[in-house]
């Protein structure tokens, strides 16, 4: 009789306890549309048979252990640091990492974030096979090449994926390139995802023009490299032009939430430029349903892996305007207004093109309806994925195909030395 497989799972910032409560209970965590990364975690050890522990970086400190799962929030201090204080804290947040899962007997660890990528690689001297969950580019698109001591830790990044890794889940192709091009094409197992929905999230929606004044939403964290003052900047244009019939509505947190309120409030846009703060999960349904065109405009100073808010957009059946920065693009370019990144030009001429022309937005709807499917398809989410992964490191063939039957009897358990 083998033992359980057991899974540690280093997930990031999010609130995995919390998620872990909604899931035990039997729904989603309504404060994500989309299936959180979590959830299908939970969901996966429980069809394996397997022990798991999730770690979150998230600011509430939480410890749960709860039948076969071990969860826990340890709040990352280090990411107030600047410059070198900041790398020695994302190293020593991943020795300690490690030897959280070395205490659990991981025999694989799924590393999404929370430490630097190196600092793990000790762990393959010990049994353990590890596998880089991967949902954000590794280096702006826009600046390939670092320096200083950034260019130190990728020289150290790199052979950490060359070398100690047992395969990698990527998000998008552009992740994928990039991945190839810091591992000099050394050949690992690579699994893609996409972000996964229910469909009964957006079951029903209307999907038809919805009355004037015609209405443009954002979704995400509230930050100047997210292109939230840009769109303010369009908003000031429009109402320079006389054009008080093109309205915008952001939801989400962060740092410059205060700020852009502030200066929303003295260009005299508050009425016409609303800034509702993070929304759940029925609040942004209603506004997908009331909105008109979905904009994402990300700057080319942030690391964007997908965004899901543009497939949010495509499921909801409203036309996206967005940039190259998005890797999301690659996937519904025939539902989206594709822009030049930065161009706050090009995005308000875009919004303008989508209100005036009937043809081309139907012509956006329509595309959007034909490219929904896949973020339904549970066999290309993520937990789909890690056990694709799991079944090429833990059987003794590897997986033929996406769609190959994955057992937890094909997963003999590994114990350390």
Excluded at 8 to 36: L, M
Excluded at 288 to 310: A, L, M, P, R, W
Excluded at 351 to 376: N, P, T, V
Aim: positive net charge; proline residues 5%.
């Amino acid at each position: 009789m083998t033992t359980p497989l057991r899974i540690f799972y280093a997930a990031g910032p999010g609130d995995v306890a919390g998620t872990y409560g909604h899931w035990k209970a039997g729904r989603d965590d309504p404060s994500q549309v989309a299936i959180t990364y979590s959830a299908q975690f939970y969901s996966l050890c429980k069809e394996l048979g397997a022990c798991g522990y999730v770690l979150s970086y998230h600011s509430r400190r939480q410890y749960i252990v709860d039948e076969t799962f071990t969860i826990e929030h340890r709040p990352a201090r280090y990411l107030k640091q600047r410059g070198a204080l900041y790398h020695l804290g994302q190293f020593w947040a991943g020795i300690r990492m490690g030897i959280s899962a070395m205490r659990f007997g991981a025999d694989v660890v799924v590393f999404s974030g929370g430490a630097s990528w190196f600092s793990l690689g000790w762990l393959r001297w010990f049994g353990v096979k590890i596998v880089p969950t991967l949902h954000c580019v590794l280096w702006l698109k826009s600046d390939p090449m670092p320096r200083g001591i950034k260019n130190l830790v990728w020289k150290l990044n790199a052979r950490f994926f060359r070398t100690s890794i047992a395969g990698v889940l990527s998000l998008s192709n552009d992740i994928t390139h990039q991945l190839a091009e810091l591992t000099r094409s050394v050949q690992k197992p690579i699994e893609p995802f996409l972000p996964s929905y229910r469909r009964e999230s957006f079951a029903g929606l209307d999907t038809t023009l919805p009355p004037p004044p015609f209405r443009v939403f954002f979704a995400g964290r509230i930050e100047r490299n997210k292109g939230v003052f840009n769109l303010l900047e369009i908003a000031r244009r429009f109402a320079h032009e006389g054009r008080s019939d093109i309205e915008f509505d952001l939801c989400g947190d962060g740092s410059a939430l205060a700020e852009l309120r502030k200066e929303a409030e003295e260009a005299g846009l508050q009425s016409r430029f609303r800034c509702h703060g993070h929304q759940d999960k029925p609040r942004m349904r209603a506004m997908y349903s009331q909105t008109h065109v979905v904009i994402v405009s990300t700057t080319t100073d942030f690391i964007e892996g997908f965004n899901k808010v543009v497939a949010e957009g495509i499921l909801a059946g409203k036309p996206v305007i967005t940039s190259s920065v998005c890797p999301a693009l690659e996937y519904v370019a025939d539902g989206v207004v594709e822009v030049p990144p930065n161009d706050t030009q090009a995005y308000g001429d875009a919004i303008i093109r989508l209100y005036e022309d009937r043809s081309l937005y139907e012509s956006k709807r329509r595309g959007c309806a034909a490219l929904q499917e896949q973020f339904y398809d549970a066999n290309r989410g993520w937990a789909a994925a890690l056990k694709r992964m799991l079944d090429r490191l833990f059987s003794e063939a590897p997986a033929e195909s996406a769609s190959r039957n994955f057992m937890a009897e094909s997963l003999p358990s590994r114990r350390m030395p």
